[in-house]
């Protein structure tokens, strides 16, 4: 079975609010045909199937499994590790994208006949976990171009943003940062309720919808990356998609980040305060140097990080 045979594809998961599902979907209707692709909620969607997942959830795991049994697919991507899906026959239709964890059970890693995982860090439990028969391994996060360009600049861009939820380690950096007084407006669900939104009000702001980033990023100059805890190598979708936009970005530094960006001339990074206070002067004062580590950025993400990528590694695997 090759790409151009035109698989019939189904997208099954949730309707995750980071969009990955949505431009997962995007990539493969450009690359197979809008018709060639559907997606398949986890989540119920109309009235009728919230009742019934409420009333009766056997039913409606019943439902999605006896779905896809009966779909004339060839190839269904899975962004959700349910465990109703060890359920499914026919693995070598079956794939699925795993994300930070590598948990899975023997029954659904035996189910699913190519099993890839986003964070490298994960490899040594996910090698013990899934068949090596299934095993796809590494498949990092990326950008959509059709969503992730960049916008229209605002003349007078300043200071630094930060686009995220909040977690344990990015609640302390943040503490620090705003402690040494260096500008940062914080988007995401801190806002009203956490400590840090109370003891620091102005700097704080209401999350926002992914198709609102890019009008953000176009009033600053600097993207603050910081991964949740769970992010053990490599880099989260925010280093892709900020690259896509095209604003300097400063990443805290993971293992493995290296693998996918030039740390010295696209992605400055930092383990320590002094590192992020030296690298965010940097960015501020020297915008020739700051302009640069952005276009080369944007230039790597088009050229080797989009989605269309991913997807085309995933349809090689059965080729």
Not at 3 to 27: C, H, N
Not at 190 to 204: E, I, N, V
Not at 222 to 232: K, M, P, T, W, Y
Request: proline content about 6%.
């Amino acid at each position: 079975m090759t790409r151009s045979s035109k698989l019939q594809v189904v997208v099954v998961g949730k309707p995750w609010r980071g969009g990955l599902y949505a431009y997962l979907i995007a990539a493969l209707r450009d690359t197979l045909g809008h018709a060639n692709v559907r997606w398949l909620s986890t989540k119920p969607r109309t009235l009728r199937e919230r009742w019934l997942a409420h009333s009766n959830p056997q039913s409606w795991a019943n439902h999605l499994i006896r779905t896809l049994e009966q779909s004339p697919h060839d190839l269904a991507i899975f962004t959700e590790k349910s465990p109703i899906f060890a359920a499914l026959s026919r693995p070598e239709r079956n794939m699925l994208w795993m994300f930070d964890s590598a948990e899975i059970t023997p029954d659904l890693a035996a189910a699913m006949g190519h099993i890839f995982i986003s964070d490298s860090g994960y490899l040594h439990e996910f090698n013990a976990n899934v068949p090596a028969a299934h095993n796809a391994g590494f498949l990092p996060l990326a950008m959509l171009p059709a969503m992730h360009h960049r916008p229209p600049r605002v003349r007078d861009r300043h200071g630094m943003c930060f686009i995220g939820n909040h977690s344990p380690k990015r609640d302390a950096w943040l503490e620090t940062i705003l402690e040494n007084q260096l500008a940062c407006s914080v988007y995401g669900n801190y806002y009203p309720k956490t400590s840090l939104a109370k003891r620091y009000p102005r700097q704080f702001h209401p999350g926002i919808r992914n198709e609102a980033m890019a009008q953000v990023y176009a009033r600053y100059a600097i993207s603050l990356n910081i991964h949740a805890d769970v992010v053990r190598e490599a880099t989260n979708m925010r280093s892709f998609e900020a690259a896509g936009y095209g604003i300097p970005q400063l990443v805290e530094y993971r293992p493995g980040l290296e693998k996918l960006f030039d740390l010295t001339h696209e992605l400055p990074t930092f383990t320590s305060m002094e590192e992020l206070t030296a690298q965010h002067a940097r960015l501020l004062t020297d915008s020739a140097w700051a302009q640069r580590v952005a276009e080369n950025a944007h230039a790597r993400v088009l050229s080797e990080h989009t989605y269309h990528h991913r997807v085309a590694v995933m349809l090689a695997r059965l080729d």
